[in-house]
């Protein structure tokens, strides 16, 4: 706990200068009545709190006051003032030796002394703030004399429960200004609610107009239907004049068949008529050619002249012509004539060739007789061949025989005939016994 | 009436309600801004009047801590110096929503008791008393702690000499106990001799000079 070591007074009321060293404990100051104790006190009491105003306290025929005070955590404070105005300060010696000079402060302590030392008036609630670090004679007994609403709020404030009052009367505050709110959110409900009442019957208007529109489709739809129906009415009126019209042309125009009749014989007479024409065209490219034929006849006048020239013509022509021939026939008999030459050149060998040919008579008589001969041998020779096959067929029949009969006498075990033993042994020197 | 004044006069009713339709929905979209609001409010009321019953509990819960602590501190205090069965006693009231504190002090004798208000109906010795020892409760009760001396000017002035020892052992007991230094004046002479250090004051050609006395004197 932070207490004052010393105090240092300077013309301060009775005091010119003193200089205590207090004790952490209990310390007591005693003297006569109107000695300076109380002063000592107030002394202490203008340098924590600032208060009372200086201007009562300067000792007389003075003009300047200082009152130090030393804590026990090394800091001290000093006030200072000056009746010209001119000195008016605190001067904070920090623990750490740190100086500040601090002027402005008005009444109160500046906040860096209280920070230092801790040290403040406290508000409990009552008029005025409390220096309850100081009991004065004259201050009457602490609290005793307040009013119980001063009391409480200063039990309230030892432990800070004026904040939660302070926070409580805003809590009553705000619920009271919201109960207000309520009612005038209530009202408004209840206003639009009323406003509402005015759209119950939209709903109806809505399905009426529904159902207007309907009826207004039906009734476009009929429309269109009528228009159409109208349109038919006039086509039809249209079709009935046109049928009586053709009626009546039918019947101006009377017999069918005839009609029909009447254009067979035209179209008929069509046909004739190209025909016709055809054969005209005919005609007419005859007598052209009639004309051209006729002029050339015109020509053709001294033809019996030319005739008997022609046939003296002819005349010479022939006899030209036979002499050709008479010619051609000679030159036919000469080349014959040569040809007969030749060939009787190649008959004069004929007499050696006849004795050659009786030469080649006899050879080819001969040749006859030989081949007889060598046709005999050969079928001798096939005869002899059969018959030596058929000789080797047997001769293996018959080995074949002899084996099975081997076999036999084998398979006994013994001879038949002398009943001596018998093997296979016996039988290979090849020599059966 | 054709097809086409038909169709206009359709139109217009359709615009008519068309407009009712916009004006309904305006109208619903008020209300149920208003209710939710309605709403709201009343789960803030809701809230705060919790927050009411809350802090109102916290009040006096704290109230009444505090109370005990002092009428525990006083008692003793009023015990140790008349060394009979007193004691102090704080009555919370409440008028209206202001909290207020009644202060009685209660003597018991022989099996009754007698509970005044010190300041009205006992002697100035017994208000001396309370009033020295609400303030160290309090200075030393009170959060954040206050530091520095407990400075008294003429303490016990009423008390009489009977209890003036006790209180001057009270005074020092304090001390040592809290670990605050007291500076007081006083002019009773017991007290002077069973402080720590002591002072003697004297004044002469408007000059006060201070000495300090030794224990022994």
């Not at chain 1, 190649?346 to 009786?358: I, M, Y």
């Not at chain 2, 109906?121 to 009170?142: H, K, N, P, Q």
């Not at chain 2, 020892?165 to 304090?174: D, H, P, Q």
Request: net charge negative.
């Amino acid at each position: 706990m932070i207490y004052i070591t010393k105090i240092e007074i300077d013309n301060f009321q009775s005091h010119k200068h003193t200089v205590m060293d207090f004790h952490h404990g209990l310390n007591v100051i005693v003297g006569r009545s109107d000695s300076g104790k109380t002063a000592v006190l107030r002394a202490i009491k203008w340098v924590l709190y600032n208060d009372p105003a200086p201007s009562s306290l300067l000792r007389l025929q003075e003009t300047q006051m200082k009152v130090s005070l030393s804590f026990s955590n090394g800091a001290k404070v000093t006030r200072l003032w000056s009746s010209n105005g001119k000195e008016n300060k605190y001067i904070l010696n920090r623990a750490d030796g740190e100086e500040l000079v601090l002027e402005k402060f008005n009444r109160g302590v500046p906040d860096e002394v209280i920070e230092e030392i801790g040290i403040s008036k406290i508000d409990l609630g009552g008029p005025k703030s409390e220096g309850i670090n100081i009991g004065e004679q004259l201050d009457g007994p602490f609290l005793l004399t307040e009013t119980p609403s001063t009391r409480a709020s200063a039990i309230g404030r030892l432990i800070g429960v004026n904040f939660i009052d302070d926070a409580l009367r805003d809590v009553i505050k705000d619920i009271k200004g919201n109960s207000r709110r309520i009612k005038d959110q209530d009202d408004l409900v209840a206003h639009f609610k009323e406003e509402l009442r005015n759209f119950e019957s939209l709903d109806e208007e809505i399905k009426n107009l529904e159902r207007i529109k309907a009826k207004r489709e039906q009734l476009a739809k009929s429309t269109s239907l009528y228009q159409e129906l109208k349109q038919l009415k006039t086509a039809y009126e249209t079709n009935i004049h046109d049928i009586d019209m053709t009626e009546e042309a039918i019947a101006k125009m009377g017999d069918i068949d005839m009609v029909d009749s009447k254009i067979n014989r035209v179209s008929q007479c069509l046909e004739r008529k190209t025909e016709l024409t055809q054969l005209y065209r005919v005609l007419h490219s005859v007598s052209e050619e009639l004309v051209h034929l006729s002029n050339q006849l015109r020509h053709l006048k001294n033809l019996g002249k030319t005739e008997l020239t022609w046939y003296k013509l002819n005349e010479e022509a022939r006899t030209v012509g036979d002499l050709t021939l008479l010619k051609m026939n000679l030159d036919q008999v000469n080349e014959r004539l040569s040809i007969g030459e030749n060939y009787l050149k190649k008959f004069e060998t004929l007499e050696s060739t006849r004795s050659v040919l009786k030469t080649t008579e006899t050879k080819i008589k001969t040749l006859t007789e030989l081949k007889t001969l060598h046709d005999a041998i050969t079928l001798l020779c096939d005869a002899l061949q059969t018959e030596e096959e058929r000789y080797l067929l047997q001769v293996r029949e018959l080995s074949d025989t002899e084996e099975n009969y081997e076999n036999l006498f084998v398979a006994l075990g013994y001879c038949p005939l002398c009943h001596s033993k018998i093997t296979q042994d016996h039988f290979h020197g090849g020599q059966y016994e | 009436m054709t097809l086409n004044e038909l169709d206009a006069k359709i139109a217009q009713l359709e615009r008519a309600i068309h407009i009712k339709i916009g004006q309904q929905e305006v109208l619903q979209r008020n209300l149920q801004d208003a209710e939710s609001k309605v709403e709201t409010l009343h789960e803030e009321n809701e809230l705060l009047s919790q927050v009411e019953v809350l802090l109102s509990l916290s009040s006096d819960y704290g109230r009444e801590q505090a109370k005990l602590q002092i009428e525990s501190l006083v008692s003793n205090c009023l015990s140790f110096i008349f060394e009979t069965d007193i004691s102090f006693v704080i009555e919370l009231t409440e008028n209206g929503k202001i909290a207020g504190a009644d202060f009685y002090v209660v003597s018991s004798y022989d099996g009754y008791s007698i509970k005044t208000k010190p300041e009205l109906s006992r002697g100035g010795g017994v208000v001396d008393i309370v009033s020295i020892a609400l303030r160290i409760a309090m200075i030393e009760i009170f959060k954040p702690h206050i530091e520095g001396p407990l400075i008294l000017d003429e303490p016990g002035k009423h008390v009489s000499e009977d209890f003036i020892f006790n209180l001057g052992e009270f005074l020092r007991k304090s001390s040592t106990m809290f670990k605050r230094q007291i500076i007081m004046v006083t002019h009773n002479k017991y007290l002077a001799q069973i402080c720590d250090r002591s002072f003697y004051v004297e004044q002469k050609n408007a000059v006060s000079s201070v000495q300090e006395l030794t224990q022994d004197v």
